[in-house]
């Protein structure tokens, strides 16, 4: 099994900045890509961006690309989602997630975190 904890959620004003954090534990020799998703009230859960757990691949979504970065560092097997810019439509409950394979699909992760809830103001 595959344990993930997020931190790093709060309450920012729009053109503000965060950080998610995402640990891993357990058998995570098993993990070959992590994910970030978000979850809007009364909305499909959404692709945010991925990394192999080596860091050497990379996607994000459109609505996200060039205002959040994504990051892997192996030796704490913590994976970060810096956010910037940040505008109230990024309010939504964010999740980390880890899989066997690199895909964008939500449905082809294998492990999930709790969430954590992010909410922009205007």
């Known amino acids: 099994q595959v344990q993930l904890v997020e931190s790093g959620g709060g309450l920012v004003q729009a053109g503000g900045s965060l950080r998610l954090s995402c640990a891993a534990s357990?058998?995570?020799?098993?993990?070959?890509?992590m994910g970030w998703f978000r979850q809007a009230p009364g909305k499909e859960r959404e692709f945010v961006a991925f990394t192999t757990w080596s860091g050497s691949d990379l996607y994000y979504a459109d609505s996200v690309k060039g205002r959040f970065t994504i990051s892997m560092d192996n030796a704490k097997s913590t994976v970060y989602l810096q956010m910037n810019s940040l505008i109230p439509e990024d309010t939504a409950v964010y999740y980390c997630a880890a899989g066997r394979i690199a895909t964008m699909y939500v449905d082809s992760y294998d492990w999930w975190g709790q969430g954590t809830q992010v909410t922009v103001s205007s």
């Open positions: 357990g058998r995570t020799f098993e993990i070959y890509s």
